[in-house]
């Protein structure tokens, strides 16, 4: 089982950065890519930003220009740096992963257990 495990989260006012970590471990073959998603109460969860293999990275249109998502291969690990944080930027935010244990498996996604972040105004 590949497990990941997310920390950096905790509250913080409108206007400031936190900096979100994520570090796969377990038997993995390959990562194809990593990415966060967030959840509000009541809410979908939806996708915040992802960054494969090649180094592609594709965001939500909400947080475009506020959050910067990257990765270190060597550690397994991804990061979302997150600036001028907003109200509505308050959700428990979930790691993601599109990766295989062995060469002949197709990618299956992979959660971590979530990190509360708020924002206060």
């Known amino acids: 089982q590949v497990q990941l495990v997310e920390s950096g989260g905790g509250l913080v006012q409108a206007g400031g950065s936190l900096r979100l970590s994520c570090a796969a471990s377990?038997?993995?073959?390959?990562?194809?890519?990593m990415g966060w998603y967030r959840q509000a109460p009541g809410n979908q969860r939806e996708l915040v930003a992802i960054?494969?293999?090649?180094?592609?990275?594709n965001y939500a249109d909400s947080v475009k220009g506020r959050f910067t998502i990257s990765r270190d291969d060597a550690k397994n690990t991804v990061f979302l740096q997150m600036d001028s944080l907003k109200p509505e930027d308050t959700a428990v935010y979930y790691c993601?992963?599109?990766?295989?244990?062995?060469?002949?498996?197709?990618?299956?996604?992979?959660w971590g257990q979530g990190t509360q972040v708020t924002v206060s105004s």
């Open positions: 960054i494969t293999t090649g180094g592609s990275t």
């Open positions: 993601y992963a599109d990766a295989k244990q062995r060469n002949w498996q197709r990618g299956r996604d992979y």
């Open positions: 377990g038997i993995i073959f390959s990562i194809n890519a």
